[in-house]
DNA sequence: CGGACATTTGACAAGCTTCAAGAGAAGTGG
DNA sequence: CCACTTCTCTTGAAGCTTGTCAAATGTCCG
């Protein structure tokens, strides 16, 4: 893997420069907001593909923005058994439940390389005297992390093995192509049959023979590390997937 | 059903009579936050088994604090399928991913007759700027909800039908014991078997044969809306469920 | 007693998992 | 630059867990 430190793959150094904020994804926030949680960030990190965020016993972390790359919470039995709880974009905030969870431990791993925008946990108090209206950002990225995991339960409980691959390439499509990451019907995937078989609580054959199924369909093809949606309306169809008029989000 | 509005299940007028807060389940709140919520809650209301909360397909509707009684939220697909997201018991805060969600929707719906605190949705904004530690709650709320989702996640994906009952089973043992709902190791259970096969991912016949297997290995028995814990030691052990020291949770 | 609903059982089918092994693809080192 | 290792993807075969169908039994309640 290359590090170049200059790329925008990395954070800049001044968060007025964020390129995400320049998309359409976040909602803005105003100036006050914006030079506070600039001092709130008390630095940037990067993290190799495959590399650990944060690990599923290991209580403390500190808090993250992703600013890019791939990553996934997830939890794993004793035995091996693990199940990808959902994927981390860009924006997405990483090591929230930490701070309040009754103990339930998940950990997060990186796909690709990452780069994130540290900040204190102990602040988090902080923030929430300061800027009641970044606490109710925050409680809004909760919320909507919950639907995410709430729709993967639905995925996981009563779709299936079709159902729930056509599902997670049209939600993952989505999520991408609202923060413009998709181009003429593609988006970067860099995820294994292994992740997505751990994500939908498949097993990897299985996975293998329904994904192959799908492309013979003509739904779909991975190729080069890269996701093409031949025929998203009926992979929605097939998923029941009901695409909504994107919303902005909140962004730390 | 016997309405009987004198009788604990119901809400009490005052806040400061709230039968919850008296239990060790809760943590404490300042005067000052306690009489916020009293004049925040706008009423209380009474919903009868099997009454719909909050429809799948409505946006709108209250938030609420759970008084007495069972609810549940749940996804279902167009033909039917049903996955019951997790189950809501006393203390626990209702209608909150309305405000922010994406648009993916969840009814709630009573398994028993219930009793709630209605609190006015536009006034949380209000709650936030007034009383940021209240905002902090709940976002504690909302992190501790999204654990649950994300064990369920983990149970619907990875364990098998055995594993799955014996971690609903202690899972919810363990809840209503925090609430002080347990004697002499049984609790109160309301709910059928479409309900814990719903809420597993698993089929009403073979919920059936698992849980009567389990009961055959001497685990469990569930006679009169009770549900007796036999050996909760070998549960634990099947569903691979840590016992975390109890810990206090906010009540709004 | 009759009706509605929950639980229980058996038989059979099917979807999915496991086991095994080969083919590609990509990185490593001599 | 090519052998070697390691991963990932792919395929076939066999078996088991779970789902579906059907029907009996039990329970609650008016």
Chains 1, 2 share one sequence.
Not at 41 to 51: H, L, Y
Not at 129 to 157: C, F, K, S
């Amino acid at each position: 893997m290359s590090i170049s430190p200059s790329t925008s793959k990395n954070c800049p150094p001044l968060c007025a420069d964020c390129r995400l904020r320049q998309t359409s994804a976040f909602t803005p926030v105003k100036a006050q907001e914006m030079a506070f949680i600039a001092s709130f960030r008390t630095g940037t990190s990067t993290a190799p593909a495959g590399g650990t965020l944060i690990r599923e016993q290991n209580p403390r972390g500190k808090l993250f923005t992703l600013y890019s790359g791939w990553a996934f919470r997830y939890k794993t039995l004793s035995d091996g058994r693990r199940q990808i709880l959902n994927f981390l974009l860009p924006g997405d905030l990483i090591g929230l439940q930490q701070e309040f969870s009754d103990g339930a431990m998940h950990g997060i791993e990186a796909v690709t390389d990452v780069s994130l925008c540290e900040f204190p946990r102990e602040g988090l108090w902080e923030l929430y005297r300061q800027h009641p209206g970044l606490g109710y950002d925050i409680t809004w990225l909760a919320a909507r992390e919950e639907g995410m995991v709430d729709d993967n339960l639905l995925t996981a409980g009563r779709r299936n093995a079709i159902e729930r691959i056509a599902m997670l390439l049209m939600h993952l499509y989505r999520r991408l192509e609202r923060l413009g990451l998709a181009k003429g019907g593609s988006v970067e995937f860099p995820i294994n049959q292994q992740h997505i078989a751990d994500t939908l609580g498949l097993s990897l054959v299985h996975t293998n023979k329904t994904l192959r199924r799908l492309t013979q369909l003509g739904m779909h093809e991975i190729r080069n590390g890269r996701l093409f949606l031949l025929n998203p309306k009926a992979l929605q169809r097939l998923a029941e997937y009901y695409d909504l008029p994107p919303k902005k989000v909140p962004l730390l």
